[in-house]
T-cell receptor, first 114, second 117 residues
Framework: KNQVEQSPQSLIILEGKNCTLQ??????????LRWYKQDTGRGPVSLTI???SENTKSNGRYTATLDADTKQSSLHITASQLSDSASYIC?????????????WGLGTSLAVNP | ETGVTQTPRHLVMGMTNKKSLKCEQH?????MYWYKQSAKKPLELMFV???????ENNSVPSRFSPECPNSSHLFLHLHTLQPEDSALYLC????????????????FGPGTRLTVT
């Protein structure tokens, strides 16, 4: 069964600290993996997209990694800011016949406190 | 802002009411989507339109009726809803739909928070 699991479910950190969010998937055949940031009361916004051949990709203070062998991805946030408080959702795309579909994770709720 | 707008932002309706959600995208995209986001659940795809043609209907109850009059506008007509339909309804658009809706990055609107009483 195609699944995307994220951990932890929620996380509280102090401003300025680093943190790492995890995404494990059992989706096959894999196409790509995206990380989205969703602020409270807003729609998700894409942070990064990673294909099978990419191991690391950065977007400012956000760095995503992908290990296609173990089917794991992580999102590392450096020097956190209050504005990083949001839900971070991992989304995996897979090939279903001639179509490409998405499996959404539940997300990790991050709170950055002053 | 992502270029996708939704109205209203909040809606409270009774189970016998009829209401509509509106979505507009200013990105020149060809595909538009409706998603439902409930607490403790991942995003659920409801409908996909490509060039005004419905290409995906993810087993959504008939009390939800989508309409796509052109590639920039998408509506979700609601009638005789149930309390469990209370959720955040998100509209998204993508450049295209060829080879499936997982092929292109989706740009989301802010959502409509729907409460059914």
């Amino acid at each position: 069964k195609n699944q995307v699991e994220q951990s932890p479910q929620s996380l509280i950190i102090l401003e300025g600290k680093n943190c790492t969010l995890q995404c494990n998937y059992t989706v096959s055949p894999f196409s790509n993996l995206r990380w989205y940031k969703q602020d409270t009361g807003r729609g998700p916004v894409s942070l990064t997209i990673m294909t099978f051949s990419e191991n690391t990709k950065s977007n400012g203070r956000y760095t995503a990694t992908l290990d296609a062998d173990t089917k794991q991805s992580s999102l590392h946030i450096t020097a956190s800011q209050l504005s990083d408080s949001a839900s971070y959702i991992c989304v995996v795309s897979y090939n279903a016949g001639n179509n490409r579909k998405l499996i959404w994770g539940l997300g990790t709720s991050l709170a950055v406190n002053p | 802002e992502t270029g996708v707008t939704q109205t209203p932002r909040h809606l409270v309706m009774g189970m016998t009411n009829k209401k509509s959600l509106k979505c507009e995208q200013h990105l020149g995209h060809n595909a538009m989507y409706w998603y439902k986001q409930s607490a403790k659940k991942p995003l659920e795809l409801m409908f996909v339109y490509s060039l005004e043609e419905r290409v995906e209907n993810n087993s959504v109850p008939s009390r939800f009726s989508p309409e796509c009059p052109n590639s920039s506008h998408l509506f979700l007509h609601l009638h005789t809803l149930q309390p469990e339909d209370s959720a955040l309804y998100l509209c998204a658009s993508s450049q295209d739909y060829r080879a499936g809706w997982g092929s292109y990055e989706q740009y989301f609107g802010p959502g409509t928070r729907l409460t059914v009483t």
